[in-house]
């Protein structure tokens, strides 16, 4: 069975710093997308970052960037220069593509971020 | 560019009642879905769609009902509402990149 686990319930950082989330999936295809949603207190879903797996380059978009590591089925997510704003329960999810899946994503559990002024 | 709106936002009801939640995309986008999200849990995919008139079951669809009779709209139904079924359900739709947006989701409060 495919999973997605987030082993980290809980990060606190101090603004400005460097935060890593950490993500782990199973899976034996290998073919698949993995992505990084954020869900701040307003409880909005927000699409943070999105990787291919047939991708070397890892993903990035601003101050977030992604340490994908397919061997070892590792996806983490790195926020640089932590902001307020950056403070949510974070996301991962993984899909394999469309002809198997229906588009369906599997989702870890969570990780809460906090943001120390 | 509205993207996905659901309505109502926030909903109060009795057990035993019937409610719909309405979803509504302006992207015209093929596949829908909705989730339900519980306290201190991720989410669980209720029903999807991939396209007008094609509806499939997810992980948990027990008590409730979905049809799409056109695109644009996917408004899931309870039945007959429980406790249990008190959540934040979100509905999402595929976009751009093969990725998922979502809508802002309703509160659902069943008392």
């Known amino acids: 069975a495919q999973t997605v686990t987030q082993s980290q319930p809980e990060m606190s950082v101090q603004e400005a710093e460097t935060v890593t989330l950490s993500c782990t999936y199973d899976?034996?295809?290998?073919?698949?997308?993995l992505f990084w949603y954020k869900q701040p207190p307003s409880r909005q879903m927000i699409l943070v970052i999105r990787?291919?797996?047939?991708k070397q380059q890892n993903a990035t978009e601003n101050r977030f960037s992604v340490n994908f590591q397919k061997a070892a089925k590792s996806f983490s997510l790195k926020i640089s220069d932590s902001q307020l704003g950056d403070a949510a329960m974070y996301f991962c999810?993984?899909?394999?593509?469309?002809?198997?899946?229906?588009?369906?994503?599997?989702w870890g559990a969570g990780t809460k971020l906090i943001i120390k002024p | 560019d509205a993207g996905i709106t659901q309505s109502p936002r926030y909903k109060i009801t009795e057990t035993g009642r019937q409610v719909t939640l309405m979803c509504h995309q302006t992207?015209?986008?093929?596949?829908m879905f909705w989730y339900r999200q519980d306290l201190g849990h991720g989410l669980r995919l209720i029903y999807y769609?991939?396209?007008?008139?094609?509806?499939d079951k997810g992980e948990v669809p027990d008590g409730y009902v979905v049809s799409r009779s056109k695109t644009e709209n996917f408004p899931l139904t309870l039945e007959s509402a429980t406790r249990s079924q008190t959540s934040v359900y979100f509905c999402?739709?595929?976009?751009?990149?093969?990725?998922?947006?979502f809508g802002p989701g309703t509160r659902l409060l069943v008392l």
């Open positions: 999402a739709s595929i976009g751009r990149q093969e990725t998922q947006y």
């Open positions: 992207w015209s986008h093929s596949y």
């Open positions: 769609s991939a396209a007008a008139d094609i509806t």
């Open positions: 899976t034996s295809e290998s073919d698949y997308y």
């Open positions: 990787q291919e797996a047939y």
């Open positions: 999810a993984y899909r394999i593509p469309h002809m198997d899946s229906n588009y369906q994503l599997i």
